[in-house]
């Protein structure tokens, strides 16, 4: 018999990336919020690789900070080593990765929370969420315990019915061995929501002392460390990096795995869940890319004060024999000792059409879905949904309305927009190739295309929109006075321009044309800039960008300006697609389905083609013809 514990406004379900972000977003909104956890000890836990951001990813974690999140603020507290990638590629692909000291890292975000008004966090299984007239009311605990609730937030990532695989051992656990969620599916299923089986894996840990590090390629982090958040300051993070080390697999590495394929659960058909295409398993890689004779494996440390390393690249569930066998193949692993096994797991999800582009369900009023619940990938994808759904649970219990992010403002945006769009059929990776408008994307700008987002729904302080509209300042001006100032011709000017192998001028040019020549840029041309002011860095990166990729950005706007005029032709949700004529059937079960938005995500929905959008197009202007002669 359950019992009334107390009223809240949120009920965050879930302790990991998604549930710490939502639920630090309502309470910063002033809304009484309890996160619930399977384990305390599990808060923002990094049960994967050992670390934050990279290719794509870094993108989204300065798109949180940007919203008012907390993850690129708690990684800048707890790395250990720090990386730009890409940095040979323009900027648009740019993106930071920090390895993470794993227990530091979840000790800083539990702390947090606890220190966070508003928030309470409570170790506990939700077996049930109480819906009355398609309407959330309550979620319950395994105890009985009832938490009369507005909105609850559904993140439970890997742990819904988890099973975790190595080779023909099973066991009904969450990652890390810990308590996995048994109850809550079957009571999602009755409340008509549709489940998925999906399936991730993690490789083994082996201990460093066992490593032969001679044998294996160093891979130090950068000499310059560029925090993650645009409210760190950089001097205050600089410190010694612990490296990584790269290492390969061999003929031996590969043989071993063929000869015991058939002791894969995955090979061997006992895996049932879909796995990640975009994050193979060794003996996935093996099969697929026969022809390869090798593969990358790095060699990341899980912490400071730790001898884990994680095999980053070697994720596998063969048995643990086999496991030990195939990682000794590995140069400098002759000797390694695996202190964790890597294994499979498996877990429910659902199909994400299910939702709205604020992660709301479309069938029940106040219920809302982020993370790996909702068949993505990755910590950083969780968070950024996480955020995304809190921000939302708050403003509509606060009469407000929603939060969208589109395809052209964020990265967050693509993300949220394929989910809820096209649905996926395989754990969904953020990645640069998803994004359309990646060059006004870029990683360096999030704060000018999303803060102000973050400001007007309470999560970024007055003080730090107040810097923000500084720099936009500081920026506009640069840019114009480089636009206006001129260089003439004199031999100063000449002599610089040989000296950089470039091309003499026989006339007056300005500053901003010469930092569009391909060999300079803003950084070189100071020496002949005789007005030039030291401004803050960042300041002088977008200046340099924004100048420099002049002609691609203004390209990729226009192409924006497009993009919005069927983004703002917004189509009701109670729409009865079967009966429009002129819709093939295909599009109209697809369009009644997902319901979309706007003409522009109708237009992105598979199945539905371009006559199927003049068709609509033709339908919006019959009702708005119609509405304005009844007026």
């Not at 925090?227 to 490296?243: C, H, L, M, Y």
């Not at 006992?270 to 390869?292: L, M, N, Q, T």
């Not at 114009?480 to 000017?493: D, M």
Request: a positive charge; glycine letters at 8%; charged letters at 30%.
């Amino acid at each position: 018999m359950g019992y009334v514990v107390s009223d809240i406004d949120v009920a965050v379900i879930g302790g990991g990336h998604a549930g710490c972000e939502a639920a630090l977003a309502t309470a910063r909104m002033g809304l009484n919020t309890v996160l619930f956890a399977i384990s305390l000890d599990s808060i923002a836990m990094l049960p994967c690789n050992p670390s934050i951001g990279g290719t794509s990813k870094g993108h989204l974690v300065r798109e949180i900070d940007a919203l008012g999140g907390e993850m690129g603020k708690n990684i800048d507290k707890t790395f250990i080593q720090s990386r730009m990638l890409n940095t040979g590629k323009g900027p648009a692909v740019h993106s930071l990765r920090a390895q993470a000291d794993k227990h530091n890292y979840s000790k800083q975000m539990k702390m947090t929370l606890e220190r966070t008004e508003n928030l309470r966090i409570k170790q506990a299984e939700i077996v049930k969420i109480h819906v009355e007239n398609n309407k959330v009311k309550a979620v319950e605990t395994a105890t009985g315990a009832i938490y009369n609730c507005k909105a609850a937030i559904i993140a439970t990532g890997t742990y819904l019915k988890a099973r975790c695989l190595v080779g023909d051992v099973i066991e009904y656990t969450g990652p890390n061995g810990l308590k996995a969620a048994n109850n809550l599916s079957e009571n999602l299923k009755e409340l008509g929501i549709e489940l998925f089986r999906f399936k991730t894996g993690t490789p083994a840990r082996v201990d460093r002392r066992s490593i032969d590090f001679s044998k294996l390629e160093e891979q130090p982090g950068d000499e310059k460390i560029v925090p993650f958040s645009f409210s760190t300051n950089a001097k205050d993070i600089q410190r010694e990096q612990i490296s990584c080390w790269l290492t390969y697999t061999s003929e031996k590495t590969h043989q071993i795995i063929k000869e015991n394929l058939h002791r894969s659960p995955l090979y061997a058909g006992e895996i049932k869940g879909v796995g990640a295409r975009y994050c193979p398993s060794i003996e996935d890689k093996v099969v697929r890319f026969a022809d390869k004779e090798r593969h990358q494996v790095f060699l990341e440390p899980e912490g400071e004060n730790t001898t884990e390393m994680y095999v980053q690249g070697m994720s596998s569930s063969l048995p643990e024999d086999v496991q030990i066998k195939m990682l000794r193949t590995l140069p400098g692993f002759e000797k390694c000792e695996v202190m964790r096994v890597g294994y499979a797991i498996e877990y429910d999800c659902i199909n994400p059409i299910q939702l709205r582009h604020t992660l709301e369900f479309k069938k029940i009023d106040g219920l809302f879905s982020a993370g790996q619940f909702n068949g993505t990938s990755g910590y950083e994808e969780a968070a950024a949904q996480g955020i995304v759904a809190g921000i939302n649970a708050a403003l509509k219990i606060l009469g407000k309305e929603p939060l969208y992010i589109d395809r052209s403002e964020g990265y967050i945006g693509v993300l949220i927009d394929d989910l809820v769009t096209k649905g996926t059929n395989e754990p969904y990776r953020m990645m640069t190739s998803r994004a359309e408008y990646r060059l006004l994307l870029r990683q360096d700008n999030a704060d000018l295309r999303l803060m102000e987002k973050g400001y007007r729904v309470g999560l970024v302080s007055k003080e730090r929109y107040e810097k923000l509209l500084e720099k936009k300042r500081l920026i506009d001006e640069e840019i114009n006075r480089l636009k206006k100032t001129v260089i003439g011709v004199n031999q100063k000017v000449q002599d610089f321009l040989k000296a950089h192998n470039s091309t003499p001028i026989k006339s007056g040019i300005t500053l901003s044309e010469l930092i569009k020549r391909p060999e300079l840029d803003y950084y070189k041309i100071r020496e002949i800039d005789k007005d030039y002011v030291d401004l803050p860095e960042d300041v002088q990166e977008q200046v340099n960008i924004q100048i420099k990729y002049e002609g691609y950005i203004k390209r990729q706007m226009q192409q924006v300006e497009q993009f919005k005029k069927l983004e703002k032709k917004y189509l009701r949700e109670d729409i009865d697609y079967t009966k429009i004529k002129g819709l093939r059937i295909e599009a109209a079960q697809k369009l009644q389905q997902i319901k979309p938005r706007s003409i522009g995500q109708a237009s992105r929905i598979s199945g539905v083609s371009p006559s199927d959008i003049s068709v609509l197009l033709v339908y919006l202007e019959q009702v708005s013809r119609n509405k304005n002669t009844n007026q």
